[in-house]
Each structure stands twice: as C-alpha cells, then as structure tokens.
Nanobody
C-alpha cells in the first residue's frame, strides 16, 4: 500500500510561484507513474501533469504547459510540481496520484493511490 502526502500549497498572488511536493512511502517509488491532478470548487478533478516511471515521459495539460514543471527524485521518493506564473484560475486543491502502469493517462480511474491534497489559492 502506497501512502502519498502533499505539501507546499498556500496563498499567493498572480504571477507568483509555488513548488508542491508529494512524498511517497510504502512502495517502490521508482516503479510508479506519478501524476498531479487538481480540483477547483464546484468542478471535477482534472489532470495537470504526469511522469512515467518506465520512459520518463512527461505530459502536461494544455492549461499549464509552459508554466508548470513536474519532476521526480527517486532517491527521496518524492515528486514535485513547480508552478510559475500562477493565475487565479489555478486556484484548486492539488492532489498527487500514483499508478503501477508505465504510461501517463489523464483519467482519475487509472490511478490507484491518492494523497489528501494541498490547497493552492491564487489571488488577482
């Protein structure tokens, strides 16, 4: 059983930056594809970015491409999401997710493990 714990959220102003972290335990981190999702109030959870354990391939949602960067440190069992040029529409709860499959997919059903989420609020 894999446990995921997110951190790094907070209240920032537009165009500021934040770095989210997701620490994993209870499994072999290097063999999990990791992803970030977010859920804004009243909206469905949506894919933000993912990184495959098998190929290292990285995928981004169009809405964050060029502003966000995902990375992983297998030695620290941690995946990061660097968020730059934040916009008010980035306000959401951000969730870390993991799957044993080697491909990044954008659907929530694909991921077996989830963190509790960290809040990100971007003021204008």
């Amino acid at each position: 059983q894999v446990q995921l714990v997110e951190s790094g959220g907070g209240l920032v102003q537009a165009v500021d930056s934040l770095r989210l972290s997701c620490a994993a335990s209870g499994g072999t981190f290097s063999t999990y594809t990791m992803a970030w999702f977010r859920q804004a109030p009243g909206k469905e959870r949506e894919f933000v970015s993912g990184i495959s354990w098998a190929s290292g391939r990285i995928t981004y949602a169009d809405s964050v491409k060029g502003r966000f960067a995902i990375s992983r440190d297998n030695a620290k069992n941690t995946v990061y999401l660097q968020m730059d040029s934040l916009k008010p529409e980035d306000t959401a709860v951000y969730y870390c997710a993991a799957t044993v499959h080697g491909v990044v997919l954008r659907t929530t059903q694909y991921y077996s493990y989830w963190g509790q989420g960290t809040h990100v609020t971007v003021s204008s």
